[in-house]
């Protein structure tokens, strides 16, 4: 309960913050984005953050789950050690090769947060479904296949809702990245609330990069909220109190 | 009806586990598959349903080579419970009871009517458990959840490795008097996988005992105990084989009716008279209604001026369905060294005498077996 008041109050804040900032009107010579502004620019910041989410999952998951197979056990670690590597990249110097290789604009910057979200979502879909006992794990595929399930079921229905709440704190946490690296994308010209951060930047002014800056963070904060309460809907009682009980040993 | 011929497994690490198995399971059969550790008995279970594929040989199902069918049709078709249980820790227990009624594409109605019928059967209640997950079941419950579950969508063969296995002596027990009593039925085939003789004895219809992978002896499960094959046989039953075949008798297999029933009112002397004449040491007293009340021993008597003053209230009675051996260790107990029979509203139905039970094992040494496998359950 205090978890959402804190949140609730945080929120707030920064949503009076972004209210305040837009109605200056202007700072100096330096006029503040009108309110249709921020509200696009809000728009296509979710819409970056929203494809190149997408992209992460289908791609993300599968590769996560392929380097726990037996046949991948070459590779995986490779695949596994780059996921874990790339993750501690700065993301500005992420965005910065990006955009020097790629070039500037959405594209690029939709392709470097795909590739940056990926990584919580290979590493978590790997390790989730590695960290299921292996006990518990033989006798429930052997009891899946025994009753007549195909491999593409068990895998399904048995192997990856066993890991599902691990790979959705993944995507958790990349959704939650991402929202911020989607603002330093705005270097790359990627629209999106950066622009407005790095405009602030450029010419100096804290009350601009606060007017980006704020719903960036409420952005986080939202998303967050979401997709715990997501979370919390689809994991099983069953799960849950399985993985309590993994906790305390 | 299940049928292995000539069946050879050699993993691929050269581990000859199983070797020219042949064997029958007849329809409504319960042949266990025991042996040490390590034998090949989950090996030859597994081959039934292809969970591991044999080297060479056949096996049939109802005249069917199981090779020829698709193998997840053909394991959707025979019901299957591992020791481990392995319940699906996500699912509730409806859910986990509908596997295979769920991959079968049975209506939503029907699955929920199934599952309920089935913790029904497996004495759980369905409002209480329906909802459930696996987690939050005691671990006997989990097993009988499994049994349900191997029971989903009614297949007519069941394959079964220990079913019983991780659980307290005593909840075991019951479990297996339970599954018992549902057995006589619904009547399946059941290959049940087992390394506790005891088990085997008290559960098989049949008994093929094996050793390093070669089926040794396959007979039922008194031939087993009174006829070994060799030495192997013969040590594995125990040296207490004799006694071991009390399991394969309930007390009301074998009781008989009390020599004198005795009432409340009666007098005294005469019930003297009656017990002088026929050389009785003891006899059953009743009330009207034939409620087994005591004891009457005949050097009491001689004082007595009614029967319920001299009465010796039994310690310990026993129910119909008793194991033998189990009875026997209460008649330790009691005081007359005899043990009651009554039902569960306290009906007098029979008695049982060491003299009665000295016949018996005298019966099986001597191999005569005629007088064996009384009624399973
Ligand atoms: N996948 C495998 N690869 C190689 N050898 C195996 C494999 N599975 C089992 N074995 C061997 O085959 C033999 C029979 O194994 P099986 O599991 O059938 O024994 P079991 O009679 O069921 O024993 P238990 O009572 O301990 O369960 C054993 O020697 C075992 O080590
Ligand atoms: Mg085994």
């Known amino acids: 309960m205090r978890k959402y008041i804190i949140l609730g109050l945080l929120l707030g804040i920064l949503l009076g913050l972004t209210i305040w900032m837009t109605s200056l009107g202007s700072v100096g010579i330096f006029k503040m984005a009108p309110p249709m502004k921020v509200l696009s620019a809000t728009v296509r910041h979710l819409q970056i953050v929203e494809a190149a989410e997408l992209l992460a999952i289908t791609i993300g998951i599968p590769i996560g789950f392929l380097s726990t197979r037996r046949a991948c056990r070459f590779i995986s670690p490779v695949l596994i050690g780059t996921a874990n590597v790339g993750q501690t990249v700065p993301t500005l110097a992420f965005i910065g090769i990006a955009g020097a290789v790629l070039g500037m604009g959405y594209k690029a910057a939709v392709i470097a947060l795909l590739v940056y979200a990926m990584l919580p979502i290979i590493r978590n ?5 590695r960290s299921v006992d ?18 593409l079921q068990v895998t399904a229905k048995v192997e990856m809702r066993l890991a599902m709440p691990i ?31 790095v405009t602030g930047i450029a010419v100096r002014v804290t009350q601009l990069i606060l007017q980006g800056a704020a719903p960036t963070a409420a952005l986080a904060i939202i998303l967050d909220a979401l997709i715990g309460g997501v979370e919390t809907w689809v994991t099983p009682r069953g799960l849950k109190a399985l993985k309590s009980a993994q906790w305390q040993q | 009806m299940i049928k292995l011929k000539y069946v050879i497994k050699i993993y691929p690490d050269g581990t000859e586990a199983v070797k020219d198995f042949s064997l029958e399971i007849k329809k409504g059969e319960l042949c266990i598959f025991l042996g040490p550790s390590g034998c090949g008995k989950t090996t030859s279970m597994k081959m039934i349903n292809r969970l591991i594929p044999m080297t060479s040989g056949k096996i049939y199902i109802d005249g069917v080579d199981v090779m020829k069918l698709n193998p997840n049709e053909l394991r959707r078709g025979i019901g299957y419970a591992i020791q481990n249980i392995g319940l699906f820790p996500h699912l509730t227990v409806e859910e986990n009871i509908t596997t295979v009624p769920m991959l079968k594409k049975w209506p939503k109605t029907r699955q929920r009517a199934r599952a309920e019928e089935l913790l029904k059967l497996v004495g759980m209640d369905p409002q209480t458990f329906l909802e459930r997950y696996p987690s939050e079941l005691s671990g006997g419950q989990q097993q009988r959840v499994g049994v349900a579950r191997c029971l989903g969508a009614d297949p007519p063969i069941l394959l079964m ?35 506790d003789i005891n088990e085997a004895i008290k559960m098989g219809d049949k008994i093929a005992l094996m050793q390093e992978g070669k089926l040794v002896q396959f007979n039922d499960p008194a031939t087993l105990l009174n006829s070994p094959k060799n030495e192997f046989v013969r040590n594995f039953v125990g040296a207490d084989r004799v006694l071991k075949g009390l399991r394969l008798y309930r007390a009301r297999d074998i009781m008989q009716e009390p020599p004198l029933k005795v009432k409340v009112g009666d007098n005294p002397v005469k019930v003297r008279d009656r017990m002088k004449r026929d ?15 005591g004891w009457i021993t005949y050097a009491d008597l001689e004082k007595a001026k009614s029967l319920r003053e001299i009465m010796v209230p039994p310690a310990v009675t026993t129910a119909p369905e008793t194991l033998l051996n189990e009875a026997m260790s209460m008649m330790f107990n009691s005081a007359i060294g005899n043990l009651a029979v009554i039902d569960d509203q306290e009906h007098l139905l029979g008695v049982l005498t060491f003299d009665i039970i000295r016949n018996i094992l005298g019966k099986e040494n001597s191999g005569n077996q005629k007088r064996f496998g009384g009624s399973k359950q």
């Open chain 1, 167 to 197: 790979i959705l704190a993944g995507i958790r946490t990349s959704m939650v990245v991402n929202v911020g690296t989607a603002a330093i994308a705005g270097m790359i010209g990627s629209g999106g609330l950066g622009e407005l951060i």
């Open chain 1, 125 to 129: 879909t790997y390790a989730g479904i």
């Open chain 2, 279 to 293: 050389m009785l040491k003891w006899s059953m007293l009743v009330d009207g209604q034939n409620h087994f009340l």
């Open chain 2, 161 to 195: 490795d220990e079913p019983f296995g991780a659980i307290d002596p005593i909840t075991r027990g019951k479990l297996q008097d339970e599954f018992l009593k549902i057995q006589s039925k619904i009547k399946k085939t059941i290959a049940f996988v087992t390394h």
């Open chain 1, 134 to 151: 292996p006990a518990l794990k033989a006798a429930v595929k052997e009891a899946a296949r025994g009753m007549g399930m195909s491999m």
